[in-house]
């Protein structure tokens, strides 16, 4: 059974620019999560859609955004990039909707590097 | 103030010997909580998870959770090499997201 898998894995952007990731679930899954990791904030919560809904959000800003398409994979959206905002996104699904108990799976993440 | 609190470590321990890894946090109706264990240009993966207070152990990890003093804590025995990577400690707020600790890096040395 496949991962999580994020693509693309490396990216390179200049301030300003935009950018967007994309995160095929666990087949199955459909709830599909996004976080944001950086060694001065660690693992942040950006975001959760489930069956193409956003569920739940974390206290970023409106440049940040997603969506989920009917097959659960999703995709985010970041515009107006700042130099702040490079970092590990990862994506991670479970089955059913965050919250009570469901063991969420990670992908490897993109690296994000904002010049 | 975050709602999780880890120390960031570096930790370094030689082979054999007992980890301690600790997490608190400020919010009581926190639950469901986790360990994930995060290698090098990896994502995290899910180690163990408890709901109540006590212990739960799996080979060679045990978590630990004591919800009167907010404390959880994950102890790794006869500790290996390969268990070198950052360890960080999850759980859910009653809004539904998964909230992290800062994560320690644990370095096993042969």
């Known amino acids: 059974k496949a991962g999580v898998t994020q693509t693309p894995r490396y990216l390179i952007k200049t301030r300003g620019q935009q950018v967007t990731l994309s995160c095929s679930p666990i087949s199955g899954h459909r709830s599909v999560s996004w976080y944001q990791q950086t060694p001065g904030q660690g693992l942040q919560f950006l975001f959760e859609y489930f069956s193409e809904t956003q569920r739940n959000k974390g206290n970023f800003p409106g440049r940040f955004s997603g969506r989920q398409f009917s097959n659960s994979r999703s995709e985010m959206n970041v515009s107006t990039l700042e130099l702040g905002d490079s970092a590990l996104y990862l994506c991670?699904?479970?089955?059913?909707?965050?919250?009570?108990?469901?063991?969420?799976?990670f992908g490897p993440g993109t690296r994000l590097t904002v010049l | 103030q975050k709602e999780v609190e880890q120390d960031p470590g570096p930790l370094s321990v030689p082979e054999g010997a007992i980890v301690s890894l600790n997490c608190t946090y400020s919010n009581s109706a926190f639950q469901y909580f986790m360990w994930y264990r995060q290698y090098s240009r990896k994502g995290p993966e899910l180690l163990m998870y408890?709901?109540?207070?006590g212990n739960k152990e799996d080979g060679r990890f045990t978590a630990q959770v004591d919800k009167s003093s907010k404390y959880i804590s994950l102890f790794i025995r006869d500790s290996q090499p390969s268990d070198s990577a950052t360890y960080l400690c999850a759980m859910y707020n009653q809004g539904g997201k998964l909230i992290f600790g800062q994560g320690t890096e644990l370095s096993v040395k042969p």
């Open positions: 991670a699904s479970s089955l059913e909707a965050a919250g009570s108990y469901n063991e969420q799976f």
């Open positions: 408890t709901y109540s207070s």
